[in-house]
């Protein structure tokens, strides 16, 4: 485990060493995760396979809602989308 120091800038800006960089294969312009901890802050990297992770969140929320399916309601998707387009001002 490496643990370096860093310095945040003007913005709450924080450069990932290059050490850590290549070690994680980070790339300029990549995306990346951020995830409060008991800790601090974690910075993870994008999966690469979106279709996976998603499974993997939906294999967990199922799980949570203990065995009950999940029911997709069309009339209150559309409600919560007029919501949001009113608030956004389209």
């Not at 995306?31 to 409060?36: E, F, L, P, R, V």
């Not at 999966?47 to 939906?58: F, G, R, T, V």
């Not at 799980?63 to 399916?69: A, F, S, Y």
Request: glycine content about 6%.
């Amino acid at each position: 485990m490496v643990e370096l120091k860093v310095t945040l800038g003007s913005k709450g800006q924080v450069v990932i060493p290059k050490i850590l960089r290549e070690y994680f294969k980070l790339y300029p312009n990549q995306g990346a995760m951020m995830k409060s901890t008991d800790e601090g802050v974690l910075i993870m990297k994008n999966e690469d396979n979106i279709i996976e992770k998603l499974k993997e969140i939906a294999e967990e929320a199922s799980k949570n809602r203990k065995g009950k399916p999940f029911k997709y309601d069309k009339k209150e998707f559309y409600e919560q989308y007029d919501k949001r387009a009113k608030r956004a001002g389209l």
